[in-house]
């Protein structure tokens, strides 16, 4: 289903939403659920030790996201907030333009990661902490399932209902579109607390907030993002 009206009319009659307050509540309680489900699946499996399992840390975020969604769910289901957001089509363009605009925008942030990470930080893993975590699980079937279903499934979906349906939103309502991706895209390379890696996941961040600001389609933004996080997800360790 397409939709001709642009993303910023779906707001108009609703002025107020959303607005940066909740907005901001909702991604610190994120990852404060992050810390709390993490810190109680370890406390529950590993008694005394003193070293979490990392798939201690791949199932709180599981967890966690787990009940962001649920939560979120509650709050968008009023007032035709989901709907706003464009989680219920794939927005005002055709979908073969806004595939290929999105194979564009991911290619060019894809040559920036490039570039930036082979002249400006050589030798240097932008996500060495994320990377070692992910390669000292356990490749049993439970936990590799654990991994995707954390990592590909349930993280797109929370960060794009975050960072781009709500805190862009919000943001654009005080600042030009370019600002509000800019910052949202800024905001969500630091919650990733991987200092080297923030100009690729702003890179990235930027390719998904402007996808969502041409279509209006949240829906279209979490695929992309879902298949962007498989596509790392099967290089880096599934075929490793």
């Not at 200092?195 to 389609?217: E, K, N, V, W």
């Amino acid at each position: 289903m397409q939709r001709d009206d642009p993303a910023p009319t779906a707001f108009s009659a609703r002025s107020y939403y959303p607005s940066l307050l909740p907005t901001l509540a909702f991604i610190l309680l994120y990852f404060a659920l992050q810390g709390v489900c993490t810190a109680v699946i370890i406390a529950a499996t590993q008694g005394t030790s003193t070293t979490p399992e990392p798939i201690s840390i791949i199932w709180g975020l599981l967890v966690s996201a787990v009940i962001q969604l649920s939560l979120m769910g509650l709050y968008l289901r009023k007032d035709g907030r989901a709907g706003a957001l464009g989680l219920h089509d794939f927005g005002r363009i055709p979908l073969q333009k806004a595939t290929g605009l999105a194979i564009l925008l991911v290619a060019a942030a894809m040559a920036f990661n490039f570039i930036y990470a082979t002249y400006v930080i050589p030798g240097v893993d932008m996500q060495a902490d994320m990377a070692k975590i992910l390669a000292a699980i356990a490749r049993t079937p439970l936990n590799m399932a654990a991994m995707f279903f954390a990592i590909a499934i349930a993280a797109p979906v929370v960060e794009e209902l975050l960072f781009r349906g709500l805190l862009q939103n919000a943001l654009a309502k005080y600042v030009p579109i370019w600002g509000a991706i800019l910052l949202s895209s800024l905001l969500f390379a630091l919650v990733h607390l991987q200092p080297y890696a923030i100009p690729g996941l702003m890179s990235l961040s930027i390719a998904f907030g402007y996808l969502y600001h041409r279509t209006g389609s949240l829906r279209t933004n979490i695929m992309l993002h879902m298949a962007n996080n498989v596509l790392a997800l099967v290089m880096t360790q599934f075929v490793n």
